[in-house]
């Protein structure tokens, strides 16, 4: 018997939460949440960033913490540490992690070290430490706030990730409806949809690379605070540094939405089916 679901205002189920952090089509339930409902979630954004989401986050987070470089400049960065693996750095254990937590600040540790790993240098002494003995260090010398170090900046990030990309979607597809709101789209048409919201939606760059300025390796002290690193990041980079790494952002966000709104819609329309036979 399937569990009754409450559906929003568009015809569809909310996201449980925020990333560069995304969240799962989340059913309420008489007596609480569908649990199938948020395997599907998790298993959506577990493959979103085993594929292509890895990839495009080391880009971003590297165009965002080396502010005077392109977007090639960036690749050429990563390819030099450990070749194509480089891209994916940082995914086990800590983007899985991540993946898995989404629309909780626990993910926070997660999004810390993914950063820390990604920017930290792979040369010299302890160059070649493992992700593990990297955290190990990080709560000895700092304890458990270091690993939280850089959440108010993710909190400004979670609030307005997930609202902008399943709302600015939803929008793109009532444009594309017109005047028949009761119109089924086609597949390609909702595809358009979710890629086109997904890219608007990284209008909130700026609290990215505030977030990844308190995040990355050489981060120093003055840049504890949202204060701070805004103030760092204007000095040395001017209001162009806070729009860092906003292409692979776009690509992104763009295929990030594209898997958990299209394709989330996708697995619950079968599902639906599967149980009404």
Same mark, same amino acid.
């Given at each position: 018997?399937?569990? $009754?679901? /409450?559906?929003?205002?568009? !015809? ?8 560069? /952090? ?10 609480? /949440? ?44 990563? *390819?030099?540490?450990? !070749? ?20 909780? *600040? ?11 790993? /990604? ?41 307005? $990730?997930?609202?902008?990309?399943? !709302? ?55 840049? $504890? ?44 329309? *079968? ?7």
């Amino acid at each position: 018997m399937p569990v $009754n679901q /409450v559906k929003t205002g568009h !015809g569809s189920l909310k996201p449980a939460g925020g990333g560069e /952090v995304a969240a799962s089509p989340i059913a309420v339930a008489k007596g609480g /949440v569908d649990i199938r409902n948020v395997a599907i979630g998790a298993g959506l954004q577990w493959f979103e960033v085993t594929t292509l989401g890895q990839p495009f986050e080391n880009m971003k987070v590297m165009m965002a913490a080396h502010r005077n470089d392109g977007l090639m400049d960036a690749c050429r960065r990563l *390819y030099a540490v450990r !070749g194509l693996s480089s891209f994916w750095q940082g995914l086990v254990p800590w983007a899985w992690i991540e993946a898995l937590t989404k629309g909780e *600040y626990c993910c926070s540790p997660s999004t810390k070290l993914r950063s820390f790993e /990604v920017t930290r240098s792979k040369t010299g002494p302890g160059g070649q430490k493992g992700t593990l003995q990297v955290a190990a260090e990080i709560l000895q010398r700092d304890g458990i706030r270091g690993m939280y170090k850089g959440v108010n900046a993710v909190a400004l990030r979670q609030a307005t $990730n997930w609202g902008s990309r399943f !709302g600015l979607s939803r929008l793109v597809e009532s444009a594309i409806k017109g005047k028949d709101k009761e119109r089924k789209l086609s597949k390609p048409q909702r595809i358009l949809s979710s890629i086109i919201g997904g890219a608007l939606a990284c209008w909130n760059q700026p609290f990215e690379v505030v977030r990844v300025e308190m995040q990355r390796a050489d981060s120093v002290a003055s840049n $504890n605070t949202i204060g701070g690193a805004v103030r760092h990041i204007y000095e040395t980079s001017g209001l162009r540094g806070f729009y860092r790494g906003v292409t692979p952002r776009v690509g992104l966000s763009a295929y990030l939405t594209t898997v958990m709104v299209f394709g989330g819609d996708e697995v619950k329309t *079968y599902l639906q089916r599967k149980d009404a036979r």
